[in-house]
């Protein structure tokens, strides 16, 4: 199979099942996004990709550790060396000759707003600049699969912009992209996305596939319903109201095209209510 | 308040580890220290050499501990007197007793043994109501205190601190190391980056091994300098002995980190290696005087060796053919603990599972 992911990987940390065969694949030239609650297995699965992590059963497919870029949930940074003291140990960890990390090192710093705190330690640079450290630290190696654990989390918008401009580029020129993230919209730009829940797959597939699989449609309601079932299956959003009609048909006046946030919402309630069918 | 103190019983309860340290330990160590705090020397080894030395040894009293006797000149054979500095030298004794010189019987002591010495010297002095012979030596003996003829305190503790403080930065500093990376979250960094564990390993120990030797190497230069402790020996023994020695401890702080979750159990362990050591290697308390039930616990401990070393080479000229015990327990030593420490270590950066 192309690509590098997961095959059927499983992992439990005592009683809990923290992945239940679960499967991804990154294709090169793609970024590929993990979308999940907090504690749905998204970093799991990351480590067990980047080799971090052995899993309990199934396979992983990733290349040598030289050829892999990891982002993991801590940025992976020594806070008491300095931004570019922390990339020049990387880069040359993992052999990236000197020249070379030095001209990616300006890029990057430069790309990213990060070349004035260059001097600054990590251990007093923002959650977001940290981020950013973290994500262009992974890049340096030129990795084949460049795996990245929540790089916008904490993020403010424009420094957002940066890093997707960073992971876009680093997907053009043919890396494979794995990147958690909690933000749908996000998500929504990546080429595949795989939806996480308590370990287990909710949904997998280009965001546009997830988006037309769910059942019934969707709708938007300025309250909350009052019928005890349409509750259940009711969540805010945008200052408004929307619930999920599973069985009703297409032309209700007030229903809406359903975005990846509401196909992931609508896989979440699909699931917990065949599970009290079950 | 009451939720104040609710929560840091909580808390407590939750860190075993502390909470055995703070009951167990102050137990145990009171127990062991208890046993070997003692500056009291009942037995002085001893040797006598020349004419009639069997007959002199038999005369003393059992304060000295005979250790051997050298009768005479035998064709290439070497002097008595000799034979019984050398006998010093080599520590197999703290007092040798040399007849049948021109000057009268020579009481040679070893000053680095500075109980022993105090030891000898106090019952010299009381030997004048005793049988013919020891009134005789005690009468027209004179007395010679080598390496140290002033008894100076610094002259013993110098080179025996010096491993102290070897022990400080090669457990306590690099202990802290390993499991820095393991609070800070770079462990898993490291993990999947592309170093053999060797190379992390060394990484990690190099920068402390250097920073060791150099200030052993400051140790010394100040002892020598500011306190005239002097350097009578072969650099390059006590260099070997150093290297063994900072080999020894640097292993002992890698395993101390890679068994600690927190740096302050780091600390709380490595603090534990050293109090042993200070109080039970021979730098303090003489190892004679130290119950034998208590004893053989400064046999597992490297400063111990690194005392015998740095003393015997610094201040009685020791040679390595006399030296070399020392050596072999502290390879052996180093042997275990980097085979522990480098088994831990490669579990420590080995992925972890989840089943």
Redesign the interface.
């Known amino acids: 199979m192309n690509g590098w992911g997961t095959h059927e990987v499983s992992?439990?940390?005592g009683a809990r099942q923290?992945?239940d065969r679960v499967s991804i694949t990154a294709l090169p030239g793609q970024v590929t996004a993990v979308v999940g609650a907090d504690g749905a297995g998204k970093t799991?699965l990351l480590?067990?990709i980047?080799?971090?992590?052995?899993?309990?059963a199934g396979t992983v497919r990733r290349p040598?550790?030289?050829r892999?870029g990891?982002l993991?949930?801590?940025?992976?940074?020594?806070?008491d060396l300095s931004v570019a003291e922390n990339l020049r140990f990387r880069s040359a960890?993992?052999?990236v000759p000197a020249p070379v990390a030095q001209r990616h090192i300006g890029e990057y710093l430069e790309r990213t707003g990060l070349a004035a705190a260059q001097d600054r330690l990590a251990g007093q640079l923002s959650g977001g600049m940290l981020r950013k450290l973290g994500v262009v630290a992974a890049l340096l190696p030129e990795p084949e699969l460049l795996v990245l654990d929540e790089p916008t989390t904490g993020v403010d918008p424009v420094s957002r912009a940066d890093l997707w401009w960073l992971i876009a580029s680093a997907a053009a020129g043919g890396a494979a992209v794995l990147m958690s993230t909690t933000y749908t919209d996000e998500a929504a730009r990546a080429a595949r996305v795989l939806v996480l829940d308590s370990g287990r797959t909710l949904a997998e597939g280009t965001p546009a596939e997830i988006v037309a699989a769910i059942p019934g449609t969707i709708a938007v309601r300025p309250e909350r319903p009052e019928a005890q079932d349409e509750r259940r299956r009711s969540w805010r959003r945008a200052g408004a109201w929307r619930v999920w009609q599973p069985a009703a048909g297409p032309g209700h006046p007030d229903t809406v095209t359903p975005d990846l946030q509401d196909a992931v919402c609508v896989a979440a309630l699909h699931r917990e209510l065949e599970a009290a069918h079950a | 308040m009451r939720a104040m103190i609710v929560k840091e019983f909580r808390q407590l309860r939750r860190d075993r580890r502390t909470l055995a340290m703070m009951i167990v330990m102050p137990v145990l160590l009171l127990v062991i220290l208890g046993y070997a705090a003692s500056f009291d020397v009942s037995r002085v080894p001893t040797v006598v050499a020349g004419p009639g030395s069997a007959a002199v040894a038999k005369a003393l009293p059992e304060t000295f501990q005979l250790a051997g006797t050298y009768q005479a000149e035998t064709a290439g054979g070497q002097a008595p007197e000799a034979w019984a500095r050398d006998q010093l030298r080599d520590g197999h004794a703290a007092v040798a007793i040399v007849t049948g010189t021109a000057a009268g019987p020579l009481v040679l002591i070893d000053g680095t043994q500075l109980f022993d010495a105090q030891k000898t010297l106090q019952e010299l002095s009381a030997l004048g109501g005793g049988t013919a012979t020891t009134a005789s030596l005690a009468g027209t003996a004179s007395v010679q205190i080598l390496y140290n003829p002033e008894l100076k305190t610094s002259y013993i503790m110098i080179p025996g601190l010096a491993g102290v403080i070897l022990v400080f930065v090669g457990t306590v500093i690099t202990s802290l190391g390993v499991v820095r990376e393991r609070q800070a979250g770079t462990l898993e960094q490291l993990a999947v980056m592309p170093l053999r564990p060797a190379d992390v390993f060394l990484g990690k120990i190099i920068p402390y091994f250097v920073v060791a030797l150099a200030d052993l190497a400051i140790v010394v230069a100040v002892g020598v300098a500011v306190f005239g402790v002097p350097f009578a020996g072969s650099a390059a023994v006590f260099a070997l002995g150093a290297l063994l020695f900072v080999f020894v401890t640097l292993g002992l702080g890698v395993l101390i980190s890679s068994v600690s979750q927190t740096q302050g159990q780091a600390i709380q362990l490595a603090v534990m290696t050293l109090l042993p050591q200070v109080l039970l290697s021979g730098l303090i308390f003489p190892l004679s005087s130290i119950v034998i039930g208590v004893r053989w616990i400064a046999y597992l401990l490297p400063l111990t060796y690194f005392t015998e070393i740095s003393r015997g080479v610094m201040l009685r000229a020791q040679p390595i053919t006399s030296l070399w015990p020392p050596f072999v327990y502290l390879a052996l030593l180093g042997a275990v603990v980097a085979t522990l420490a480098t088994l831990r270590f490669r579990a420590f950066l080995a992925p972890g599972t989840g089943r």
Not at chain 1, 72 to 79: M, R, T
């Open positions: 992992v439990r940390f923290a992945l799991t480590r067990c980047a080799g971090a992590l052995a899993p309990g040598q550790a030289r892999i990891y993991p949930p801590g940025a992976g940074v020594y806070e960890s993992y052999g």
